[in-house]
C-alpha cells in the first residue's frame, strides 16, 4: 500500500481549506443493569466495558484502564506502520505493546496518598526490520512519537471541560 498516495489528496484538501481538517470524535457511555458495567458507543462499533476485578467487577471484559492502553497500543501500532511503509522501511514485523501500573487504593478512597490513575505507562515497539539502517529506524522512532495522537494527547493532556446534565 502506498500511503503516501493515499494521504497526497487529503494533505491536499487540508493545505486548501484548512478548517477541513477539523473533526471531532465522540464516544457515549450508557447505563447496562448492573453499576460495574457499561456499554461504549464510538459510533462505528459498540463495546462492553465493566469494572476491573480489582475494584468489584467480574473480570470478563474490558476496563477502562484497558480500553485507554488499548487505544495507545492502537494509536501506536498504526502510526508505526503508516510511518513504516511511507519511509518504505522493509518491516517483517511491527508489534506494540502496551502496560500500565496503578494503585486501586487510590481508585477505591482507601489511601489519599494513592494516586486515582495509572502512575506509569509504557509503550514497547517490537520492530523486525532487519534491512533497515540505524538512521530509518531512529527515524521511524521519531516520527512514530511525535504523530502518534494518543501518545501525544497523553504526554500532552487536553484541557478537559466537564459539563453536567440532570433532567
Request: net charge negative; proline share 5%.
Amino acid at each position: 500500500m502506498d500511503i503516501r498516495s493515499l494521504q497526497r489528496p487529503l494533505k491536499d484538501q487540508y493545505r486548501q481549506d484548512p478548517a477541513s481538517s477539523r473533526i471531532t470524535l465522540t464516544a457515549s457511555g450508557r447505563q447496562t443493569d448492573a453499576p460495574i458495567a457499561c456499554s461504549v458507543d464510538l459510533g462505528r462499533a459498540i463495546y462492553n466495558a465493566q469494572a476491573h476485578q480489582g475494584v468489584g467487577g467480574a473480570g470478563t471484559g474490558a476496563c477502562s484502564g484497558d480500553l485507554l492502553l488499548g487505544a495507545l497500543a492502537a494509536c501506536a501500532q498504526i502510526t508505526c506502520q503508516m510511518v513504516a511503509a511511507a519511509m518504505e522501511i522493509p518491516a517483517e514485523g511491527i508489534e506494540v505493546t502496551v502496560e500500565g501500573d496503578l494503585d486501586l487504593q487510590g481508585t477505591l478512597g482507601i489511601s489519599k496518598a494513592a494516586p486515582v490513575g495509572f502512575e506509569s505507562i509504557r509503550v514497547i515497539f517490537d520492530v523486525r526490520a532487519p534491512g533497515a539502517t540505524e538512521e530509518q529506524l531512529s527515524a521511524l522512532r521519531a516520527k512514530t512519537e511525535q504523530y502518534c495522537v494518543v501518545m501525544q494527547t497523553l504526554q500532552h493532556p487536553p484541557r478537559i471541560e466537564n459539563r453536567w446534565k440532570q433532567q
